[in-house]
């Protein structure tokens, strides 16, 4: 690993499951929904909470494959970048969820490999060299577990005070 990065390696890590700058870690604002929350799009974006999170594994499950990380077939159906999930069951969800752990441990192991000159290589899918990568990372799970803590969902709705 490249130590000069090592700090942001660990942000990452703490944006998606961890204790975030930003308020609730990616992960910890997921556990907070049941699968029916999750899968309701029946927020002010016309999200679900549960598209969302494929989405973040989905770019973490690119980059870890191109860096030639081994990961299993993409278990959601369509190319499209926020899949609604066809069984929203408890265990459906329970398993989607570590899913995301899986494709964010595979995308940090393959980040953690990469030399300096790496960092500087292209990747294939996004067309940005893998330095950005890293650099965007930092905040995308931060970016989006915001999204789902402001989309209107029960679990979220915080009545004010007089």
Not at 87 to 97: C, R
């Amino acid at each position: 690993m490249i130590t000069l990065l090592k700090p942001f390696f660990d942000i990452i890590d703490r944006e998606f499951n961890g204790e975030s700058w930003n308020g609730l870690s990616l992960m910890g604002t997921l556990d907070k929904l049941s699968a029916a929350e999750a899968a309701s799009s029946k927020t002010w974006e016309g999200y679900s909470a549960w598209s969302i999170g494929i989405h973040c594994a989905k770019c973490k499950y690119a980059v870890a494959k191109d860096l030639g990380a081994s990961v299993p077939q993409w278990p959601f159906p369509g190319e499209e970048w926020f899949t609604i999930p066809v069984d929203i069951s408890e265990e459906a969800w329970a398993k989607d969820k570590l899913f995301f752990n899986a494709m964010h441990e595979s995308c940090m192991k393959a980040l953690r490999a990469l030399t300096e000159t790496g960092l500087e290589e292209t990747m294939p899918s996004w067309k940005a060299k893998y330095g950005d990568v890293v650099a965007y990372l930092c905040s995308h799970d931060s970016f989006h577990g915001s999204q789902i803590r402001s989309m209107g969902l029960p679990s979220f709705q915080v009545k004010k005070k007089d």
